[in-house]
T-cell receptor, first 114, second 113 residues
């Protein structure tokens, strides 16, 4: 079945450091890919998405490129801020048993130090 | 900003009590979901619905039940709460289709004592 694997955390960075959170997937179909962010005590918010190969999703300085050849969707940001401290989830939407379902990774906690 | 609301945000309740967690959305989405999030952060799908009068069990077995009498409303009920039900419960909704994202509520943190 479909699955999403993302790097384990926690990831601890100093402010203004470069961020990469790795995400790879397996899918039987042609999925759409998403990154969600969860701040403490909140639900998940969509950060960015990409729906076809080589698409780049971007938002708030975060970027991720849909790489079909490597089945990857790594999240990057050039300069993190303390306010980026949160849990990040990689996810896909794929056709499973006749309906589209979301499959989430296990989440990566990011802590940014001032 | 997502228009999906969960109440209550926090609930502490005694063992054996019946509880209902409310979820409502104003986006007209046909698909709705309930996820249970464990302390390790992983999300587990416990129920979903394609529309009115449609409910399906998710990937994680749960003693809870759901109903979908109105498009905008997808409540989750536990007939007899137990400490093992202590968790964060997240409701979400989406349109049909491959390219659409899910919108999440803020969650209900349930503690059963």
């Amino acid at each position: 079945g479909d699955s999403v694997t993302q790097m384990e955390g926690p990831v601890t960075l100093s402010e203004e450091a470069f961020l990469t959170i790795n995400c790879t997937y397996t899918a039987t179909g042609y999925p759409s890919l998403f990154w969600y962010v969860q701040y403490p005590g909140e639900g998940l918010q969509l950060l960015l998405k990409a729906t076809k190969a080589d698409d780049k999703g971007s938002n708030k300085g975060f970027e991720a490129t849909y790489r079909k050849e490597t089945t990857s969707f790594h999240l990057e940001k050039g300069s993190v801020q303390v306010s980026d401290s949160a849990v990040y989830f990689c996810a896909l939407s794929d056709l499973t048993s006749g309906t589209y379902k979301y499959i989430f990774g296990t989440g990566t906690r990011l802590k940014v130090l001032a | 900003e997502a228009d999906i609301y969960q109440t209550p945000r926090y609930l502490v309740i005694g063992t054996g009590k019946k509880i209902t967690l409310e979820c409502s959305q104003t986006m007209g989405h046909d698909k709705m979901y309930w996820y249970q999030q464990d302390p390790g952060m992983e999300l587990h799908l416990i129920h979903y619905s394609y529309g009115v009068n449609s409910t399906e069990k998710g990937d994680l077995s749960s003693e809870s039940t759901v109903s979908r009498i109105r498009t905008e409303h997808f409540p989750l009920t536990l007939e007899s709460a137990r400490p093992s039900h202590t968790s964060q419960y997240l409701c979400a909704s989406s349109e049909f289709g491959r390219n659409t994202e899910a919108f999440f509520g803020q969650g209900t943190r349930l503690t059963v004592v």
